[in-house]
């Protein structure tokens, strides 16, 4: 690690947390979209370095801070449609964006994410994100590719799935867990191929959400 990598690992961490911190409870930009004055200044200095290391998580606090031109840059990667860009991050810039202005087609960069093929080994915490992301829209496609994702391969991606879509719909009870049978019916493999009986479980699970909607 060289200098500047090393100045900005040890001021994030300073500031935000460590990693497994920022993994677990998210980027808490409040730490930064209040200083004022110098304090300001230099956290948007420190910032932009990180920007320029590469990392999400700056672009995330820039974007929070109101920084145009990051704002701009993360609307570009996504507009350019580069097929290298990281799944992570392309939920990541399109969640950011649209808290800061709400827009509907920024949906589609999570639903190309969360209909990604699943193999064996091929990661899977973006189809998570993407999931758990999708709450934040209302179009009737995201909603379709929430329901399919009830049958994904992963466990973690059908259930954060299913609580997308009782978010969505402003059930009285939105924890997964608060619906013991329909838990039940997506419990399983974490990151295997599906047998007939699981892809059965996950059809009845889809079939109960469709008919939860229906008295939302």
């Not at 060289?2 to 947390?17: C, Q, V």
């Not at 997964?176 to 599906?194: C, K, Q, V, Y």
Request: charged share 25%.
């Amino acid at each position: 690690m060289n200098d500047l990598a090393a100045t900005w690992s040890r001021w994030k961490e300073e500031t935000f947390g460590s990693g497994y911190h920022i993994w677990h409870e998210g980027l808490d930009v409040a730490a930064v979209t209040g200083l004022k004055g110098q304090t300001r200044a230099r956290a948007l200095a420190m910032l932009r370095l990180g920007r320029s290391l590469g990392d999400d998580h700056a672009f995330e606090a820039l974007a929070a801070m109101g920084d145009a031109a990051t704002i701009a840059a993360m609307r570009a990667r996504l507009d350019a449609g580069d097929p290298f860009f990281p799944p992570a991050t392309r939920v990541r810039f399109a969640r950011i964006l649209h808290r800061i202005s709400p827009d509907p087609r920024l949906a589609e960069h999570l639903l190309a994410v969360l209909r990604t093929t699943c193999s064996k080994g091929q990661p899977w915490s973006p189809r998570i994100d993407a999931a758990f992301g999708l709450r934040e829209f209302a179009g009737p496609a995201d909603e379709d590719a929430l329901l399919a994702a009830v049958a994904d391969p992963h466990y973690l991606v059908r259930y954060h799935a299913c609580e997308s879509l009782l978010h969505r719909w402003r059930a009285g009870r939105r924890r997964l867990t608060d619906h013991p049978a329909l838990f039940e019916l997506i419990r399983g493999p974490d990151d295997e191929a599906s047998t007939p009986g699981d892809l059965a479980r996950y059809a009845e699970a889809q079939r109960r959400l469709r008919a939860l909607a229906a008295r939302h």
